[in-house]
């Protein structure tokens, strides 16, 4: 059954593969960009084994620019850090904007009675350094 299936999907991209297109779709032009953090929601207190919702804020620059994801890093110990990242296509049409911001949420699921150290990433400084908001949420464990 699964060969059947895979057959069936490789001949479905070699007729889509075949087919003409209008528009050349290798003319976009996109790239990934770090978007700064505005501004963070979080818990005081996580408990443990509990699922948190925690809610980014960030200011959208342009018409072009997309939520893309979560850049999340999880290091060494309990530090945590977070980066918002936008898919951003070239063209025309593209409009600056003035004071859009877009919230969206991620879940965390504290799995350790340690304290966690979140680093939201704000950008960067006039030294080219990375700057964060940085929160530290102790867990309860009861």
């Not at 960009?33 to 963070?40: K, T």
């Not at 207190?45 to 509990?50: A, E, P, Q, V």
């Not at 309990?78 to 918002?84: M, S, W």
Request: proline share 4%; charged share 20%; with cysteine.
């Amino acid at each position: 059954m699964k060969k059947i299936l895979f057959l069936a999907l490789i001949m479905s991209l070699m007729v889509f593969n075949s087919c003409s297109v209008e528009d050349n779709v290798s003319d976009i032009q996109f790239q990934f960009e770090f978007i700064p953090i505005d501004s963070v929601e979080i818990p005081t207190t996580f408990n443990y084994g509990d699922t948190h919702t925690i809610s980014v804020t960030y200011k959208r620059p342009s018409t072009c620019h997309t939520f893309s994801n979560f850049e999340y890093e999880q290091s060494t110990g309990n530090l945590r850090t977070v980066a918002v990242v936008n898919f951003v296509t070239f063209g025309n049409g593209c409009e600056p904007l003035e004071e859009e911001f877009e919230t969206k949420t991620f879940s965390f699921n504290a799995l350790s009675i340690e304290p966690y150290t979140f680093r939201f990433w704000q950008g960067k400084d006039d030294d080219g350094q990375d700057t964060y908001l940085i929160y530290e949420v102790p867990v309860n464990n009861n």
